[in-house]
């Protein structure tokens, strides 16, 4: 009910029904391919060492294997917009141009925050083509592409989910996600006091005891009352009239700016929860993948009695984010921008662009989470290594003459 059933499907065939681990490694090798593609559009003479090299650094420096390895589609958001980049600003034709939008679908469809951040940036896109400069470095042509590519994306999802006997929709309780959002951020009690004096809304019963947690929360009206789709019209009625009120309205666009901030700040690796007997991962391994129990039962997951140390990785991804946005300063400076190609300063825009979205989006629509953004950020990294190795290479061919004269 909650996300696409397509994340599903690519577990079960990925899996060949028989070991979760297959699904990591294929989760691997999707996102070194994404990467493969980007490279060879954007920094096309690297080397085969170069290549593990950068792979390597991510490792090392971002939480891209962290995502990578996890069981949930967060790992897809990245791809789309690393497909989405070499689709808009590479130079792409036959072969080519087939698997980098057939990566951006695949991407595309296993994630309804992606979905939504998709549509967003292609009207985006449309109004910013509107300036002869954007059209000079995207054509018309594309951006009408990314919108067919978008609108494929989301019949795809809403077919899959008719041929699985669910509602012709991307998600069944996108309305939940939004009305947990405005209960996190203090509209939603205040409304129903006023509210509930004029309809006879069911949650009114419950509108002096909505925990924080609305949606997960034990003590949810959603849990009690039959759960998030017995009550799809009541809740997108409240959220209307939410958004059309005008104080209301106001105070939402404020913490929809400052959830986006917060958001685009908020990346740290940060371990789980212990997930033993009666989580919803234990029973899944239990029920489709027996053979496996025992693994899980050893696993760090089950049994900790302490939490995993990401601090070094988050105290070098806090170092590299503030250099990428110090590098899209830099791009205001001639020196910089023509030590580097206009297609890689382009990219860096692509990324920060993409960022923000993401941040919105999520911030906006679901909540304040670090691994929205965490599962993005390697993204924005990887072209930062980039852009500061065609910098740098300039630079030395720049200084190469001068010393060797003296």
Not at 367 to 383: D, K, M, N
Not at 392 to 404: N, Q
Request: net charge positive; aromatic share 14%; with cysteine.
């Amino acid at each position: 009910m909650d996300r696409p059933i397509t994340y599903g499907l690519f577990i079960r065939h990925s899996s060949m029904a028989e070991s979760l681990f297959w699904v990591m490694f294929t989760q691997g090798l999707l996102t070194s391919l994404a990467i493969y593609f980007l490279l060879r559009q954007f920094y096309s003479s690297i080397t085969p060492f170069g290549f593990i090299g950068l792979l390597l650094a991510l490792t090392a420096c971002t939480s891209i294997s962290y995502y990578t390895s996890f069981l949930t589609p967060d790992l897809f958001t990245p791809i789309f917009w690393t497909c989405l980049a070499i689709l808009l600003l590479g130079n792409l034709s036959g072969r080519s141009f087939f698997w980098v939008t057939f990566l951006a679908w695949f991407a595309l469809i296993m994630h309804s925050s992606t979905l939504v951040a998709a549509v967003l940036f292609t009207i985006i896109l449309a109004i910013a083509s509107l300036w002869r400069r954007v059209r000079a470095v995207i054509p018309v042509k594309k951006t009408v592409m990314v919108g067919l590519l978008t609108l494929v994306s989301w019949l795809s999802v809403m077919s899959i989910h008719l041929a699985h006997n669910a509602p012709f929709a991307v998600q069944q309780a996108g309305h939940a996600f939004f009305l947990g959002r405005l209960n996190e951020i203090g509209l939603l009690r205040p409304h129903l006091q006023k509210a509930c004096a004029e309809k006879n809304y069911p949650i009114c019963k419950y509108k002096d005891e909505i925990p924080d947690d609305f949606l997960w929360g034990q003590d949810s009206p959603s849990r009690k009352d039959g759960g998030w789709v017995a009550h799809k019209t009541e809740y997108r009625d409240i959220i209307w009239n939410i958004l059309t009120t005008p104080r209301d309205l106001k105070n939402f666009a404020i913490f929809a700016v400052n959830g986006t901030l917060m958001q685009l700040a908020y990346f740290r690796i940060e371990d789980t929860g212990a997930m033993r007997e009666q989580t919803p991962p234990f029973e899944a391994v239990k029920q489709y993948f027996p053979r496996e129990l025992i693994s899980y039962k050893i696993a760090h997951q089950h049994h900790r009695n302490h939490f995993l140390d990401f601090s070094g990785h988050n105290t070098r991804q806090q170092y590299l984010f503030f250099g990428f946005i110090l590098l899209l300063a830099g791009l205001g400076h001639p020196g910089v921008r023509r030590r580097m190609t206009p297609s890689m300063a382009h990219l860096l825009l692509f990324c920060a662009i993409a960022l923000v979205i993401n941040a919105f989006v999520c911030s906006t629509f679901s909540t304040v989470v670090s691994r929205y953004q965490g599962r993005l950020l390697w993204l924005a990294i990887l072209v930062e290594f980039v852009a500061i190795i065609q910098i740098g290479t300039h630079w030395y061919a720049e200084r190469k003459p001068s010393r060797e004269r003296a």
